[in-house]
């Protein structure tokens, strides 16, 4: 490895070609490990020194920068259109199955053809949702990328996917002279939750799906814009090969993995028919916690003599078939338009719906986000509009379908004050969102403020759920959160389906909360962007309440994970006379907690750790916590950098992941065992 920590960036000494080629070598081989294997080499200051180096050498000896360069991945000068290219061997595409019965019927057709009635091994693959692309490489170099176009010509999107850090430009050892190699560019469901967040608080248009995302992304004249976007090229197989491949797909996939390409991990080989259904029902079951878009599955023969002797059908495979999963895009009529208050005031329009079967689930209401988001539809009540609902994320109004807008539409005139407290409505430069201005006044917030407040990971009052706090607020017994603690067992054994035993236990429970820590009070206070992560860091770095309320928004910026939007909110919480004044009564009214010891020695810095399943004895938060304060970050899932996995009782998939990749985990018990040596 190159010592590049003392290279200087600009070196007055002469450089060699060998140094270069050296370096661009060494960021080849960093990105494979990086963005390919999930297992960085070397810290990114290192990446990022050596990358400085490169385009330092480049722009004194601009003749030697080639094509494959990893300064190439920056984008390139836009273009003016994009040129068409022929692909050495077309692109199909697959035939459908929509039920068991297409499927045992695509297995009966390929036994006669094979006049066999011997199980078939298959390959299973889910169908990524995205854009199919081809990728040519000569002689172990990239050389140009290209849509599926009409299947036998293309566009040249080769300055585009350049940009794709998963994309090898360079492949590893002994590659075939000429390689096609076909696969999906998609967009994962966090970078396009992402991607539309940015868009429409810059005001531009958002994207259905992630499809379109993708697709848009790859469209883009200026690759510096592809460059931004967070797009995966997935390989599911190859076109035209010169040289030498395995003689099934599966090996050919491996084969793929070998030479630096991201392959699906959830690709099988299965036996008959039966081994395609069964996978189906698991696949469909996973769905919806994939973190990126699938419509269905692909089943491949896997015998590449068997392929060739069952051939094609006019552009399709015989050998090949999709089933499709249900849509996760559907149609339905947009009855009414409300408006909600949350914690914070933002007044968020929800679309009530005609009842909708999308994504597995029956969906009648939907977001649509904010004020400006209602504009850019341009949606109106009474219009037919796209609802979307894919994975976990919240069903959302996608798109609206004009040609179906009915004479009677009408137009959604968004609240110039509190729906709930009629105080007025504002809207902050800079920000999407319209406000309720009432502060903790406002009836709706403080009632999201006392749902935070009592929730698990705040101040864990047991018994005191949403619905019970709507009840209290509702009958006028309470209206801060000062005053959950002075609400007498009378009042509560007189509500509506409340027993004596509960409203003790609810009085037991608020004593008991009254013991806490700094974090979780923090936590607890609701302060805008304060997550618990952020809380335990801004504890444990200031050391007590009353130095987080006095310090400056500079001061705070040295928390780690504060930047100056977190630092402004926290600072402007701490003066507003309202909240000063809600601290001092909940700390009168008994609420305390050690003073944290300010750290000094965090033993876990720079570990990452992944729990899963159920903790039984310490809870998932007390065990984040705990984690947290000793420097360790807790990730949500796991991939090569995890350090270790904590695996409590119905661990299901980050078990098995954590286990394939030999990542070190400890079930409960050990975990406990384990945290004993930090104990001081
Ligand atoms: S194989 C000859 N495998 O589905 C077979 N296609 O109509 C060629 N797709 O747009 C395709 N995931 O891009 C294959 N694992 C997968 C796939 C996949 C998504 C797309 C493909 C094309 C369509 C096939």
Same mark, same amino acid.
């Given at each position: 490895?190159? *010592?590049? *920590?003392?290279? #200087?960036?600009? $070196?007055?000494? #002469?450089?060699?070609?060998?140094?270069?080629?050296?370096?661009?070598?060494?960021?080849?081989?960093?990105?494979?490990?990086?963005?390919?294997?999930?297992?960085?080499?070397?810290?990114?200051?290192?990446?990022?020194?050596?990358?400085?180096?490169?385009?330092?050498?480049?722009?004194?000896? /601009?003749?030697?920068?080639?094509?494959?360069?990893? @300064?190439?991945?920056?984008?390139?000068?836009?273009?003016?259109?994009?040129? $068409?290219?022929?692909?050495?061997?077309?692109?199909?595409?697959?035939?459908?199955?929509? @039920?068991?019965?297409?499927?045992?019927?695509?297995?009966?057709?390929?036994? *006669?053809?094979?006049?066999?009635?011997?199980?078939?091994?298959?390959?299973?693959?889910?169908?990524?949702?995205?854009?199919?692309?081809?990728?040519?490489?000569?002689?172990?170099?990239?050389?140009?990328?290209?849509?599926?176009?009409?299947?036998?010509?293309?566009?040249?999107?080769?300055?585009?996917?350049?940009?794709?850090?998963?994309?090898?430009?360079?492949?590893?050892?002994? $590659?075939?002279?000429?390689?096609?190699?076909?696969?999906?560019?998609?967009?994962?469901?966090?970078?396009?939750?992402?991607?539309?967040?940015?868009?429409?608080?810059?005001?531009?248009?958002?994207?259905?799906?992630?499809?379109?995302?993708?697709?848009?992304?790859?469209?883009?004249? *200026?690759?510096?814009?592809?460059?931004?976007? #967070?797009?995966?090229?997935?390989?599911?197989?190859?076109?035209?090969?010169?040289?030498?491949?395995?003689?099934?797909?599966?090996?050919?996939?491996?084969?793929?993995?070998?030479?630096?390409?991201?392959?699906?991990?959830?690709?099988?080989?299965?036996?008959?028919?039966?081994?395609?259904?069964?996978?189906?029902?698991?696949?469909?079951?996973?769905?919806?916690?994939?973190?990126?878009?699938?419509?269905?599955?692909?089943?491949?023969?896997?015998?590449?003599?068997?392929?060739?002797?069952? +051939?094609?059908?006019?552009?399709?495979?015989?050998?090949?078939?999709?089933?499709?999963?249900?849509?996760? %895009?559907?149609?339905?009529?947009?009855?009414?338009?409300?408006?909600?208050?949350?914690?914070?005031?933002?007044?968020?329009?929800?679309?009530?719906?005609?009842?909708?079967?999308?994504?597995?689930?029956?969906?009648?209401?939907?977001?649509?986000?904010?004020?400006?988001?209602?504009?850019?539809?341009?949606?109106?009540?009474?219009?037919?509009?796209?609802?979307?609902?894919?994975?976990?994320?919240?069903?959302?109004?996608?798109?609206?379908?004009?040609?179906?807008?009915?004479?009677?539409?009408?137009?959604?005139?968004?609240?110039?004050?509190?729906?709930?407290?009629?105080?007025?409505?504002?809207?902050?430069?800079?920000?999407?969102?319209?406000?309720? @201005?009432?502060?903790?006044?406002?009836?709706?917030? @403080?009632?999201?403020?006392?749902?935070?407040?009592?929730?698990?990971?705040?101040?864990?009052?047991?018994?005191?759920?949403?619905?019970?706090?709507?009840?209290?607020?509702?009958?006028?017994?309470?209206?801060?959160?000062?005053?959950?603690?002075?609400?007498?067992?009378?009042?509560?054994?007189?509500?509506?389906?409340?027993? =004596?035993?509960?409203?003790?236990?609810?009085?037991?429970?608020?004593?008991?909360?009254?013991?806490?820590?700094?974090?979780?009070?923090?936590?607890?206070?609701?302060?805008?962007?304060?997550?618990?992560?952020?809380?335990?860091?801004?504890?444990?770095?200031?050391?007590?309440?009353?130095?987080?309320?006095?310090?400056?928004? =500079?001061?705070?910026?040295?928390? /780690?994970?504060?930047?100056?939007?977190?630092?402004?909110?926290?600072?402007?919480?701490?003066?507003?006379?309202?909240?000063?004044?809600?601290? %001092?009564?909940?700390?009168?009214?008994?609420?305390?907690?050690?003073?944290?010891?300010?750290?000094?020695?965090?033993?876990?810095?720079?570990?990452?750790?992944?729990?899963? +399943?159920?903790?039984?004895?310490?809870?998932?938060?007390?065990?984040?916590?705990?984690?947290?304060?000793?420097?360790?970050?807790?990730?949500?899932?796991?991939?090569?950098?995890?350090?270790?996995?904590?695996?409590?009782?119905?661990?299901?998939?980050?078990?098995?992941?954590?286990?394939?990749?030999?990542?070190?985990?400890?079930? %409960?018990?050990?975990?406990?065992?384990?945290?004993?040596?930090?104990?001081?």
């Amino acid at each position: 490895m190159l *010592d590049c *920590d003392t290279l #200087p960036v600009s $070196s007055s000494e #002469p450089v060699t070609i060998e140094e270069y080629r050296q370096i661009q070598l060494e960021l080849h081989q960093h990105n494979i490990a990086y963005y390919v294997d999930d297992a960085p080499t070397v810290p990114d200051a290192h990446y990022d020194r050596l990358m400085q180096r490169l385009l330092a050498i480049e722009a004194e000896q /601009p003749q030697w920068v080639s094509a494959d360069s990893p @300064s190439q991945r920056v984008g390139a000068a836009p273009l003016s259109r994009f040129t $068409s290219v022929t692909h050495l061997q077309p692109m199909l595409s697959l035939g459908n199955a929509f @039920s068991a019965q297409d499927m045992q019927d695509f297995d009966q057709r390929i036994k *006669d053809r094979l006049k066999t009635t011997d199980d078939i091994v298959y390959v299973c693959e889910p169908k990524f949702d995205g854009a199919a692309v081809s990728l040519l490489y000569r002689n172990g170099v990239f050389e140009r990328a290209a849509t599926r176009g009409d299947g036998t010509t293309g566009e040249d999107i080769s300055q585009n996917v350049r940009t794709l850090k998963n994309v090898p430009l360079v492949l590893m050892e002994d $590659s075939p002279a000429v390689l096609e190699v076909r696969g999906e560019i998609y967009m994962p469901h966090a970078g396009f939750e992402r991607l539309n967040e940015a868009q429409r608080k810059a005001g531009q248009k958002t994207f259905v799906n992630p499809r379109n995302a993708a697709a848009g992304s790859l469209r883009q004249l *200026d690759s510096s814009i592809t460059a931004q976007r #967070p797009l995966v090229f997935n390989a599911y197989g190859v076109g035209l090969v010169e040289g030498e491949l395995p003689d099934t797909h599966f090996a050919t996939l491996e084969f793929l993995r070998a030479k630096g390409f991201v392959v699906s991990d959830l690709a099988e080989r299965v036996v008959g028919v039966g081994g395609c259904l069964d996978y189906y029902t698991r696949m469909e079951a996973k769905r919806a916690s994939l973190p990126f878009d699938i419509d269905g599955l692909v089943f491949k023969v896997d015998a590449f003599t068997l392929q060739r002797r069952l +051939g094609f059908v006019a552009r399709a495979p015989r050998f090949a078939i999709a089933q499709k999963f249900p849509a996760q %895009e559907e149609m339905t009529v947009l009855k009414a338009v409300e408006f909600q208050v949350g914690r914070t005031g933002a007044i968020t329009p929800v679309a009530r719906l005609e009842p909708v079967f999308v994504g597995g689930v029956t969906v009648s209401n939907a977001t649509l986000h904010n004020r400006d988001e209602i504009k850019r539809l341009a949606v109106m009540v009474g219009d037919t509009v796209i609802i979307r609902r894919a994975g976990d994320v919240i069903p959302q109004v996608a798109g609206v379908v004009l040609e179906r807008r009915p004479a009677d539409a009408q137009s959604i005139e968004f609240p110039l004050h509190c729906p709930v407290c009629d105080a007025a409505a504002e809207q902050v430069d800079g920000e999407a969102a319209v406000r309720c @201005s009432g502060g903790l006044s406002c009836p709706a917030q @403080s009632k999201e403020a006392i749902k935070h407040f009592a929730s698990r990971k705040a101040m864990d009052i047991d018994g005191l759920g949403d619905k019970l706090v709507e009840q209290l607020v509702d009958e006028g017994l309470i209206h801060t959160i000062a005053d959950l603690f002075t609400v007498p067992l009378e009042a509560l054994v007189a509500l509506e389906r409340m027993a =004596e035993k509960s409203a003790r236990n609810l009085l037991n429970a608020l004593e008991h909360c009254k013991k806490t820590t700094l974090p979780r009070f923090l936590y607890a206070l609701g302060i805008r962007e304060v997550g618990q992560t952020t809380a335990s860091n801004i504890a444990f770095h200031m050391g007590s309440l009353e130095a987080v309320a006095a310090a400056t928004e =500079e001061q705070l910026q040295e928390i /780690p994970d504060v930047g100056p939007v977190v630092a402004q909110h926290i600072h402007v919480f701490f003066q507003q006379p309202g909240n000063v004044a809600l601290i %001092e009564q909940l700390q009168q009214i008994g609420i305390h907690w050690p003073a944290p010891q300010v750290l000094g020695e965090q033993p876990l810095a720079g570990k990452t750790i992944v729990l899963t +399943g159920t903790l039984e004895q310490m809870g998932r938060s007390e065990a984040k916590e705990r984690l947290t304060l000793l420097g360790a970050k807790v990730a949500g899932s796991v991939s090569a950098k995890t350090h270790l996995v904590v695996a409590g009782t119905k661990a299901g998939s980050k078990l098995t992941k954590a286990q394939d990749l030999g990542v070190e985990v400890l079930d %409960e018990e050990g975990f406990i065992q384990w945290l004993t040596q930090f104990d001081s």
